[in-house]
């Protein structure tokens, strides 16, 4: 059963091979049996899963089911969930138990998933390698000496160690994307807008979108389906029509036009990564497309800019975590600033104090033009560059990160090289496009991924360029040999 994608698990439920509740017992299962060695799960909510699969088994049997009914999925750890931890990986919200559902959970509710459980993050989804949590570091399942990447590499881990079938994740500069393609798995960030964030907790609220962490592209638009739409509760919502996801994906590639972005085979890519990159796009040319150089020249402007602008928003967002109103509170304060002080000082994890740091600097008075401002320009320009880019090609593809897993440890003291992960994700964020990383080969048994950046709203093309290598090729289908 754990080997199945979502389409097979929906079609064997309906075809009544074995009851979800069978199949959400597998997994919770599984997650005992195996979760120790890789810390994907903050929370698991066993009896709230059994009990939900028993609603849709009586779904199924009345002939009433969708696609996702008695499905088990993870929802990772951001997603305010009623009644559940939601903790987004820090101290700050051990204790909090969300009166209320995101949008994305209600939205899995109505559809008749059944949760097994909240997975691990980087703390308020700050990092690239997911040991920034309060709860631990997240292991790899392909190496457990290894990171899965971040901020959603509990939910990428969970996946590839088929301890779900399926998860959320979250994506505010590669968080979806870069964990997904260090755990050999699919993930997609979808246009910004796409999808509500609200109940989704902020990091950095123009960056921030969240997707679906899948194994294959069709698992992607199946949950993409059920994630997208309008919502009137979120001001960044974008009120536009939903298609089908999963009408085009086997949609023949003749005719498609690949841009390849001269800066993202330069300096800095592993020369292992880049040739399995090469041998996919080659898969892609036996398909019909056509590949054609591209140039973005302000790539080199997204690290920076991103580290101004994330920043600034998130020492904003964070500022409601005052030991007040709820979350973590110090013991004993003397006064009301020894309150703030103490509570927020306990509550937060290094990173984040440092995010909020820069981001209150940046937004200070005497340096908000010299930072701030111009970092919003220069996020204009990143914009301007895919502009221009998509007047000539349907799609841009490249590593989706610079090198394979690296050893968990071994950049947490230097946070510029850890920040540097993220340096083929972070664009696509800056300017709100959709973007996918899909498993395209090995490096020394450890996953590599091709990235797929979209125009806007254009996640059917994307999902349809993906399903069709994944057609041709089986990276997708390979599962680490302890967790098979």
Known sequence: MHNKTLSELSAALKAGEFSSTELTQRYLSRIAEFDSQINAYITVSEKQALAAARAADVQIAAGTAGPLTGIPLAQKDIFCTQGVKTSCGSKMLDNFISPYNATVIEHFNQAGSVMLGKTNMDEFAMGSSN???????????????????????GSAAAVAARLAPASTGTDTGGSIRQPASLCGITGLKPTYGRVSRYGMIAFASSLDQAGPMTRTAEDAALMLNCMAGFDQRDSTSVEREVPDYTANLSD??????????????????????????????AEYKKLGATVKEISLPNTHLAVPTYYV???????????????????????????????????????????????IMIGAYALSAGYYDAYYIKAQQMR????????RAFEEVDVIMGPTAPETAFGIGDKSDDPITMYLSDIYTIAANLAGLPGMSVPAGFVNDMPVGLQIIGNYFDEARLLNVAHRYQQVTDWHQRAPAQFK
Do not use: H, M
């Open 131 to 153: 040991e920034t949590s309060f709860y631990g570091a997240v292991k790899n399942p392909w190496n457990t000496d290894k990171v899965p990447g971040g901020s959603s590499g």
């Open 309 to 355: 602008v994330a920043p600034a928003e998130c020492s904003s967002n964070l500022s409601r975590f005052d030991g007040v109103r709820f979350g973590y509170r110090c013991d004993d304060p003397v006064d009301l600033e020894d309150l703030y002080k103490r509570s927020r000082g306990e509550g937060f994890g290094s990173e984040v104090k440092r995010r």
């Open 380 to 387: 204009q320009l990143i914009s301007d560059d895919f502009k």
């Open 252 to 281: 023949s590639l003749e005719g498609l036009t690949i841009g390849l972005p001269k800066e993202y085979f330069g300096e800095g890519l592993d020369a292992s990564v880049g040739k399995a990159v090469e041998d996919a796009i």
